[in-house]
């Protein structure tokens, strides 16, 4: 006997919004073909619920009642002036820029005239004019069954293809922006390439910012798909910064050849409702990755980091640290799955979680996991969860340091623990100015 599964009224919603828009969004015929596919596996699988182990915390399902339109046509005109204003502290990190506006790329706003060492195009133009076979390949939808991944196929806009030639070492980083303006409420949907040739070395920055007045409610969807060759390196960061409200669906999946480096930060803040998925798999013996990120929640934000790190090769490294800050009603939600394959040998994996909680009504879920294969291995996992150490307060307080002043001064501490891993300086000091700012407003005197 066959069941029907009732479709909710958000899931629905999406159908009806795809054949509104299937025509208008970008594209061969080939990837007109992928997003029928992909939005035909999104009709079988729905939205994520909390039934699925991995969305367990997070359950989309429940929490997405309506759909916004499609932002397919909605670039907003912003100046540079604005521009600035929405990057805020980022606008102080000296990078080359190419923006995107609600989803679609804004030329006149970027700055690629000398970005030596990196190829850079935009993937709306790539999808619309390139020959079947490359469009085709931009618009697949990554294997696993994952509904979020199926979606960004079926809809995305636009995005950043960007490439560093073999043997290449880019001395200043690339800022991918992408702002989300104007006075009606929608959703974008974007993804990006990244891929190092062999040998080479770059430092890439993707920012998501919102500018002031903006309406509140948004829904984006971004998959960025990472591919570092033989002997080179990546630094990878990825900023999102948010008035509180709006839904953030993040997917990161990493592919490493043998030596390859992978270097990323994740920093969270003022997101409703956000999911940061992190896949990476070693492909080549020898990689290493460093995966690091900070977030900051208040009032009822939800922030999940769920990563899965797969070594499927011998003689690999990876290492991750998270760090959150919890405040009001905030929740944090960190899931850790490290695999070692059986012919993984000499795998060497670390990963620690941490959450400080400001709040009794703050909560933090973790599970980490490790699924150990192979027997020549050294791996290890760890999660704390704490409150602001009432003994150090006092000594601060005693010391003559006004207790709102001091409290700052041990958040900002606990977090800087975690930007401090940023390599980039000025980007560094960006994501503190952050922090400062989420400080000023939650810490309680």
Known sequence: ???????????????????????????SEAVKARRAEAIGAFSGLGLPHRRIEEWKYTDIRA???????????????????ELIVALGPL????????????????????????????????????????????????????????????????????????????????????????????????????RNSLMVGKNASADVIEAHVVLPGASADAQLNTLTEVTVAKGAMLIHAKVAVDDGKALHLSNCDVTLDADATYRSFQFSTGLGLARNGLNVIFEGEGSKIDLSGAYLARHSEHIDTTLVVDHAVPRCESRELFKGVLDGHGRGVFQGKIIVRPDAQKTDGKQMSQALMLSEDAEFDSKPELE??????????????????????????????????????????????????????????????????????????
């Open 372 to 445: 150990i294969y192979a027997d020549d291995v050294v791996c290890g996992h760890g999660t704390t969860v704490a409150e602001l150490d009432a003994d150090l307060l006092f000594y601060c307080r005693s010391r003559g340091i006004p207790e709102k002043e001091a409290r700052a001064l041990m958040i900002e501490s606990f977090i800087g623990e975690a930007i401090e891993k940023v390599d980039n300086e000025q980007l560094r000091d960006a994501l503190a100015a952050y922090a400062m700012q989420w400080l000023g407003r939650s810490v309680r005197g």
């Open 63 to 81: 929490n997405v009642k309506e759909i916004f339109p499609s932002a397919i046509h909605d670039a907003a005109r912003i100046t540079i002036a």
């Open 91 to 190: 606008a102080h990190v000296d990078a080359h820029r190419i923006v995107f506006v609600n989803g679609h790329h804004r030329f006149e706003l970027g700055d690629l005239a000398n970005a030596e060492g990196f190829k850079v195009a935009a993937l709306g133009e790539i999808l619309a004019s390139a020959s079947e076979d490359v469009s085709a390949a931009l618009a697949t939808t990554p294997e696993g069954g994952d509904a979020v991944e199926a979606l960004n196929t079926a809809f995305m806009t636009d995005g950043a293809v960007v490439t560093v030639a073999e043997g290449v070492t880019v001395a200043k980083p690339l800022m991918i922006v992408f702002v989300r303006a104007g006075a009606h409420a929608h959703s974008v949907t974007v």
């Open 1 to 27: 006997m066959n069941v029907a599964v009732m479709k909710t009224k958000a899931e629905q919603a999406i159908s009806e919004n795809f054949e509104a828009v299937a025509e208008k969004l970008p594209g």
